[in-house]
């Protein structure tokens, strides 16, 4: 599809299990970005992926989490021994280049829910 | 602390009615960016307006950038129902290009 893509669309999982969310970005964007969005909040920046520079992992919450990704391609991000907090929405989202000049579109996202 | 910061939080209209979102922001920025967001959904870009732009449309959506009250505002004319949504502003941190600071929203209800 022309769209960023995300799977799963929905993942209940129980406390303490790992879980791998997937983001497919719009051919040729450079940038890639994780979000997450809790009920009702704004957006928290989590990660960024700028083509083969080093990423900026500033916003990840703790050592739990981590993402990797491929070249300009797909992304994943991997919460390890999840906790009841991590429930929420993560969102990724893909540009041309850095946002000071460029839009960022975004997937529909993984509804995370931790039992 | 937020870069952004949207009134009202919440909006209630009746279809045909105008919207108007505003945002606040506290430092120097390059652009400021608004965004839509349906129930459940990820978020689709509007507009984006320079720091050396006034005012922008966009269909039935006006966006104004006051530089020196920090500020814009996001006009909605003739709303529709399916322009229910939150909407969100959004601005690249100062000094640094790669990151976006967002608010925390608007959500807008347009009444049948």
């Known amino acids: 599809g022309a769209g960023v893509s995300q799977s799963p669309s929905n993942k209940v999982t129980e406390k303490g299990k790992d879980v791998e969310l997937r983001c497919d970005p719009i051919s040729g964007h450079t940038a890639l970005y994780w979000y997450r969005q809790r009920l009702g909040q704004g957006l928290e920046f989590l990660i960024y992926f700028q083509g083969n520079s080093a990423p900026d992992k500033s916003g990840l919450p703790s050592d739990r989490f981590s993402a990797e990704r491929t070249g300009e391609s797909v992304s994943t991000l991997t919460i390890q021994r999840t906790q009841q907090e991590d429930s929420a929405v993560y969102l990724c989202?893909?540009?041309?280049?850095?946002?000071?000049?460029?839009?960022?579109?975004f997937g529909d996202g993984t509804r995370l829910s931790i039992l | 602390s937020q870069q952004g910061e949207e009134d009202p939080q919440a909006l209630s209209i009746q279809e045909g009615e105008n919207a108007t979102m505003n945002c606040s922001y506290k430092?120097?920025?390059?652009?400021l960016q608004w965004y839509r967001q349906n129930s459940g959904r990820g978020l689709v870009h509007l507009i984006l307006i320079r720091s050396n732009e006034r005012e922008k449309h966009s269909g039935r959506l006006r966006v104004t950038l006051d530089t020196s009250k920090k500020s814009s505002s996001l006009l909605i004319t003739a709303s529709r129902a399916a322009d229910t949504a939150s909407y969100f502003c959004?601005?690249?941190?100062?000094?640094?290009?790669?990151?976006?600071?967002w608010g925390l929203g608007t959500s807008l209800a347009v009444n049948p």
């Open positions: 989202a893909s540009s041309l280049g850095d946002v000071g000049n460029q839009p960022q579109h």
């Open positions: 430092t120097s920025i390059n652009n």
């Open positions: 959004a601005t690249p941190r100062a000094g640094n290009n790669r990151k976006l600071i």
